[in-house]
């Protein structure tokens, strides 16, 4: 049996893909034989990508809301677009879980030109710059021209004292991070020029969705117990994260919801920041 692609492309089936990917949302073995067993039902010759997410996400629910939460993260990151202005907050957060201290969209005096840089984190004698790449598309490729440009805006910004975070300091890491893929050319680039990657799936071992397993490090988008309009709520009142949800009892108050509502969304939460994902799944 074949899958379509969001590019077209197709390609086999894997029932082993699939059954990894379910157990890395947290579900048992049980549950995820029982998951399996509902989502093959349904499959056809040339289903698309997002019809089988679908299927997966539905039959997770069905289970327990938390494990369609944390299955649909690479969904959820999209939808701190749709510019990406939430994602660059998320990074900013995500930096902070990490000891820096961060702030977005900074503009600042090169060499030659301005820039604005989307994260500012420093720790120590450490100071990044960090561009965040957004990408809406499910299989997006951020191409090696953005990493050769990034790295001309860096030189441009390197060896200039600039006042942040109390001090001044200068830049001595550049960070490409976004929530898509690398090519390989992209790769191959930042290995030999020293540029940092954080993608969706790379660098293998500290990527961002094994950050966000080990952090707990879930965006309100996760969460299906509310709707798109509600978590977009939460995001206008700063609040991006699920153990923001946890960390404040006022955190929902914008929201109104009914007492049932409110039990369900702080469950799911609660499910969610306290499973932990093994590393080895």
Same mark, same amino acid.
């Given at each position: 049996m074949l899958v379509k692609?969001?590019? &077209?492309?197709?390609?086999?089936?894997?029932?082993?893909?699939?059954?990894?990917? !379910?157990?890395?949302? &947290?579900?048992?073995?049980? =549950?995820?034989?029982?998951?399996?067993? @509902?989502?093959?039902?349904? !499959?056809?010759?040339?289903?698309?990508?997002?019809?089988?997410? @679908? !299927?997966?996400?539905?039959?997770?629910?069905?289970?327990?809301?938390?494990?369609a939460a944390r299955y649909s993260l690479k969904k959820a990151l999209r939808e701190l677009g749709p510019e990406g202005f939430y994602f660059e907050k998320w990074i900013g957060r995500l930096f902070q879980e990490y000891g820096f201290e961060s702030t977005t969209g900074q503009t600042v005096q090169g060499h030659a030109v301005s820039h604005e840089i989307d994260v500012v984190a420093a720790k120590g004698n450490e100071m990044l710059a960090i561009e965040c790449k957004f990408r809406n598309d499910i299989d997006a490729k951020i191409s090696v021209t953005t990493p050769m440009y990034f790295l001309s805006? %860096?030189?441009?910004?390197?060896?200039?004292?600039?006042? %942040?975070? *109390? =001090?001044?300091?200068?830049?001595? @890491? *550049?960070? !490409?991070?976004?929530?898509?893929?690398?090519?390989?050319?992209?790769?191959? %680039? *930042?290995?030999?020029?020293?540029?940092? %990657?954080?993608?969706?799936?790379?660098?293998?071992?500290?990527?961002?969705?094994?950050?966000?397993?080990?952090?707990?490090?879930?965006p309100v988008t996760c969460l299906t117990t509310l709707t798109d309009e509600q978590e977009k709520t939460l995001l206008q009142h700063q609040i991006i994260l699920v153990k923001d949800i946890l960390k404040d009892k006022n955190a929902l108050q914008s929201l109104q919801l009914s007492p049932e509502k409110l039990r369900l969304v702080l469950q799911e939460a609660k499910e969610l920041i306290d499973y932990k994902v093994d590393e080895e799944s």
């Amino acid at each position: 049996m074949l899958v379509k692609k969001y590019s &077209g492309e197709l390609v086999p089936f894997n029932s082993d893909s699939l059954r990894h990917s !379910l157990t890395r949302s &947290g579900a048992n073995h049980d =549950q995820v034989e029982k998951v399996y067993a @509902q989502i093959k039902e349904k !499959l056809f010759d040339g289903i698309s990508t997002k019809a089988l997410y @679908q !299927l997966a996400f539905e039959a997770l629910k069905s289970q327990r809301n938390s494990l369609a939460a944390r299955y649909s993260l690479k969904k959820a990151l999209r939808e701190l677009g749709p510019e990406g202005f939430y994602f660059e907050k998320w990074i900013g957060r995500l930096f902070q879980e990490y000891g820096f201290e961060s702030t977005t969209g900074q503009t600042v005096q090169g060499h030659a030109v301005s820039h604005e840089i989307d994260v500012v984190a420093a720790k120590g004698n450490e100071m990044l710059a960090i561009e965040c790449k957004f990408r809406n598309d499910i299989d997006a490729k951020i191409s090696v021209t953005t990493p050769m440009y990034f790295l001309s805006r %860096f030189n441009d910004i390197s060896d200039i004292d600039y006042h %942040f975070f *109390g =001090q001044y300091k200068k830049f001595t @890491q *550049g960070w !490409l991070v976004s929530n898509a893929y690398l090519t390989s050319d992209s790769k191959d %680039f *930042g290995k030999y020029y020293g540029v940092n %990657f954080l993608s969706w799936d790379y660098p293998e071992d500290n990527s961002i969705k094994r950050r966000v397993d080990r952090a707990v490090f879930y965006p309100v988008t996760c969460l299906t117990t509310l709707t798109d309009e509600q978590e977009k709520t939460l995001l206008q009142h700063q609040i991006i994260l699920v153990k923001d949800i946890l960390k404040d009892k006022n955190a929902l108050q914008s929201l109104q919801l009914s007492p049932e509502k409110l039990r369900l969304v702080l469950q799911e939460a609660k499910e969610l920041i306290d499973y932990k994902v093994d590393e080895e799944s």
